[in-house]
Every structure is written in C-alpha cells, then in structure tokens.
T-cell receptor, first 114, second 113 residues
Framework: AQSVSQHNHHVILSEAASLELGCNYSYGGTVNLFWYVQYPGQHLQLLLKYFSGDPLVKGIKGFEAEFIKSKFSFNLRKPSVQWSDTAEYFCAVSGSGGYQKVTFGIGTKLQVIP | EAQVTQNPRYLITVTGKKLTVTCSQNMNHEYMSWYRQDPGLGLRQIYYSMNVEVTDKGDVPEGYKVSRKEKRNFPLILESPSPNQTSLYFC????????????FGSGTRLTVV
C-alpha cells in the first residue's frame, strides 16, 4: 500500500529563514508527487507537482521540491520565507497514469514569525 | 472562473438527521472525490468517481453515500450522521485521475451533536 510520511508536524521560522519540509513516500512503481498548501481557513491548493523529467521542480510563490528516487523523498524548499507563507503543507503521492489513488501525508503546519 | 463549489460551508446537525453536502465543478472534469480532514490524520478519501455512474469506495467510506448522475455534480450523503463524522470535508476534482493534481472546493465544516 502506498503511504506518505511527513516528519515535521509543526515548524516555526522567522521571516527570511530558509525552509525545508521533509516528505518520504512508499510506493512500488513509478510515482507522481505533489505538494499542496492550505492557508488558514482556506481549501488546499496545488503548489507544485512532479511527473517525470527534471527532479527539481519549481512551483508557485518561490517554492521548489527535489525528487530523490534513491531516498524515496520529495522535500519542499524555499530560500527565504515570508509571513504570508504561514500555512499547512501536504505532501501527496500517486501512481503514474490512469486513475490512480492519491494518498496524502498528515501535513506540516508552518508558522512564520515576522 | 474554474472552480469547485461546495455547499454549505458550515453545518451543525443532530445525530441521525439525514444531510447532503453538494459539490459541483465547472471544468468538465471526469474525476471527483470526497475527502475528510481531521487533526493529526491529514486527508482521507471517502469516495471517488471516475465518471458518470461510476463510483467507488475510498479509505473511510462507512456511513457515507455518493452519487454521480451528472458529470458536474457529486453530492455526499450522510444517511444517519453520528458525532464521529464531525469533520472538515473537501470535494475535489481532476481532469482524469488525481495524479493530474486536484482542484479543491472551499470545504464544509460539519458538526454532529
């Protein structure tokens, strides 16, 4: 069965600090990987996704993630966070092609202090 | 504007009183899904639909029903709600499978007392 593990459940950073949120997945095949963001009181929005090709994926709002196949990881990074990045971040995995199930991690709450 | 519309946004109900949460998308997406979000558990899939009249159970389907009579609509039905169904519910749609990336609705916060 596929699964996603997000190690940091709550992260507190000061503005301008660098961010890295960990995500490890378990899946026995070719994967598609996602990061979603949920701002306070809002719905989830797609931040970035990896399907194939360049393992370094750039998303919206300056976020990027790197797919490291050998480590089954898809960590999210941002060089300098802003107060407006305060949100909950979800990593997700699905199989590649067809109607594949998407499994979400339990989320990481990021709090950015001005 | 491309969107997934859920109603209502907030709902308080009593145990056993049937309710329906509506979900509609205007993107001609084939795939639609319902998730519930609970603290410490993340998002768990309740039901999904690959197309009209094609639905299947997700990870936590007990106590829920769905139907897909039209491509745009995917209502979630709680025939006899119980307090353990108090949760935040999201409807999501995607072009084909969820692997294309979901568009989520704004959520429905349900409280069953």
């Amino acid at each position: 069965a596929q699964s996603v593990s997000q190690h940091n459940h709550h992260v507190i950073l000061s503005e301008a600090a660098s961010l890295e949120l960990g995500c490890n997945y378990s899946y026995g095949g070719t994967v598609n990987l996602f990061w979603y963001v949920q701002y306070p009181g809002q719905h989830l929005q797609l931040l970035l996704k990896y399907f194939s090709g360049d393992p370094l994926v750039k998303g919206i709002k300056g976020f990027e993630a790197e797919f490291i196949k050998s480590k089954f990881s898809f960590n999210l990074r941002k060089p300098s966070v802003q107060w407006s990045d305060t949100a909950e971040y979800f990593c997700a995995v699905s199989g590649s092609g067809g109607y594949q199930k998407v499994t979400f991690g339990i989320g990481t709450k990021l709090q950015v202090i001005p | 504007e491309a969107q997934v519309t859920q109603n209502p946004r907030y709902l308080i109900t009593v145990t056993g009183k049937k309710l329906t949460v509506t979900c509609s998308q205007n993107m001609n997406h084939e795939y639609m899904s319902w998730y519930r979000q609970d603290p410490g558990l993340g998002l768990r899939q309740i039901y999904y639909s690959m197309n009209v009249e094609v639905t299947d159970k997700g990870d936590v389907p007990e106590g829920y029903k769905v139907s897909r009579k039209e491509k745009r609509n995917f209502p979630l039905i709680l025939e006899s709600p119980s307090p353990n169904q108090t949760s935040l519910y999201f409807c999501a749609s995607s072009l084909q499978g969820g692997f294309y990336g979901y568009t989520f609705g704004s959520g429905t916060r349900l409280t069953v007392v």
